[in-house]
T-cell receptor, first 109, second 115 residues
C-alpha cells in the first residue's frame, strides 16, 4: 500500500527562522515527487523533483529528493508570516498523485 | 489566462439530495483529476479523466459517486443521495497533455456541507 509520511505534523517558528520539512514515501511505480503549498484554498504548486541529489530552488524555498532513501525535504530560509500554510508532499505514480497529510507551518511575527 | 475554475465554491445540501460539482480545466489542459479533502486530513485522489474517458477511478466510492468529462463543457462530479460524511472540500486539478502530466494545477475547491 502506498504510504506518505510527513514530519513534523505542525511547526511554529519565529519570522526569520529556517525550517526543514520532511517527507518519506513508499510508492509503487514512482515517477516524481511534488511539493504544494496550501493556504486557505487550493494547493499551489511549488516543485517537481524527478532526480536524486539535484536541488531545486525558488527564492527562499529549496527542495531535494533522495530516491534511494525514499525521502525528500523542503527548506524555507528567512521565513516570513506569508509562509504560514500547510505544505503537502505528493509522490506521483502513474499519473495518480498520493498526498501526505501535510506539515502545518505557522510563522510568528 | 484563467486558472482552473470550480463552481460552486460553497454548496449546502440536505441528506438525500444530489450534489453536482463543476470543474473547468485550464486552457489547453486535457486531463482532469478530482480530490477530496476531509477536515484535518490530506487530499485523497478520487478520479482521473480525459475528455470523454475515465482513466482511473480507483479512489471513487463504489456507490453514489460518479464523474464525467464530456467533449464539450466542464467536468462534473456528481454525488447522489448525499450523507453527512460527504461534507468535505472537493478539489479539481488539471494538467497538460503529453510530457507534463505530473504538474497538476488546482482549482479553488468546492466546499460541500451536508446538513
Amino acid at each position: 500500500e502506498d504510504k506518505v509520511v510527513q514530519s513534523p505534523l505542525s511547526l511554529v517558528v519565529h519570522e526569520g527562522d529556517t525550517v526543514t520539512l520532511n517527507c518519506s514515501y513508499e510508492v509503487t511505480n514512482f515517477r516524481s515527487l511534488l511539493w504544494y503549498k496550501q493556504e486557505k484554498k487550493a494547493p499551489t504548486f511549488l516543485f517537481m523533483l524527478t532526480s536524486s541529489g539535484i536541488e531545486k530552488k525558488s527564492g527562499r524555498l529549496s527542495s531535494i529528493l533522495d530516491k534511494k532513501e525514499l525521502f525528500s525535504i523542503l527548506n524555507i530560509t528567512a521565513t516570513q508570516t506569508g509562509d504560514s500554510a500547510i505544505y503537502l508532499c505528493a509522490p506521483n505514480r502513474d499519473d495518480k498523485i498520493i498526498f501526505g497529510k501535510g506539515t502545518r507551518l505557522h510563522i510568528l511575527p | 489566462n484563467a486558472g482552473v475554475m470550480q463552481n460552486p465554491r460553497h454548496l449546502v445540501r440536505r441528506r438525500g439530495q444530489e450534489a453536482r460539482l463543476r470543474c473547468s480545466p485550464m486552457k489547453g489542459h486535457s486531463h482532469v483529476y478530482w480530490y477530496r479533502q476531509l477536515p484535518e486530513e490530506g487530499l485523497k485522489f478520487m478520479v482521473y479523466l480525459q475528455k470523454e474517458n475515465i482513466i482511473d477511478e480507483s479512489g471513487m466510492p463504489k456507490e453514489r459517486f460518479s464523474a464525467e468529462f464530456p467533449k464539450e463543457g466542464p467536468s462534473i462530479l456528481r454525488i447522489q443521495q448525499v450523507v453527512r460524511g460527504d461534507s468535505a472540500a472537493y478539489f479539481c486539478a488539471s494538467s497538460p497533455g503529453q510530457g507534463r502530466k505530473e504538474t497538476q494545477y488546482f482549482g479553488p475547491g468546492t466546499r460541500l456541507l451536508v446538513l
